[in-house]
């Protein structure tokens, strides 16, 4: 009912807090209106509806084991450009491959070229001398939902 949503300041949606919570954030300036309830106030600020937060929250902290790794999530984090070569990606590289064990996360699989990922084989980056251009981290799920 009168709960207030809360988003980052990439407009990302992360929870939802109290009016009264809502209002402590805006006096501390942390956060400002981004959608109000038309001639509705509380004190001197309008009834807020959506409060926006004025830097940016990194949200991972927040989940324990973040978003479920999957292949569209990689190519999306990745912005579908190859970890090797930054051409365009259309597929998924294992860092550890998997047939020595390397698993589906987001810590050990990028976005790569179809090239880069044969020429690359069965061997770690190191072996067969390709450094990754970025580290593969866990996406927050405001980066996801974009
Ligand atoms: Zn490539």
């Not at 004025?54 to 978003?67: A, D, E, N």
Request: aromatic share 6%.
């Amino acid at each position: 009912m009168d709960a207030v949503l809360v988003i980052n300041a990439d407009l990302g949606p992360l929870h939802r807090v109290t009016v009264k919570h809502a209002i402590r954030m805006l006096c501390r300036r942390v956060a400002e209106i981004y959608e109000a309830e038309p001639d509705r106030v509380i004190g001197v600020f309008p009834l807020p509806r959506v409060v926006r937060l004025v830097r940016y929250v990194v949200t991972r902290w927040r989940f324990t084991t973040g978003p479920t790794w999957s292949r569209a999530g990689v190519l999306g984090r990745d912005g579908r450009r190859c970890a090797y070569c930054d051409g365009p990606a259309s597929t998924i590289d294992h860092i550890l491959p998997r047939s020595r064990g390397g698993r589906n996360t987001w810590g050990n699989t990028t976005a790569a070229c179809y090239g880069c990922n044969q020429r690359k084989g069965d061997r770690t980056p190191a072996e067969a001398g390709m450094p990754l251009r970025r580290e593969p981290v866990t996406p927050s799920w405001a980066a996801l939902a974009r």
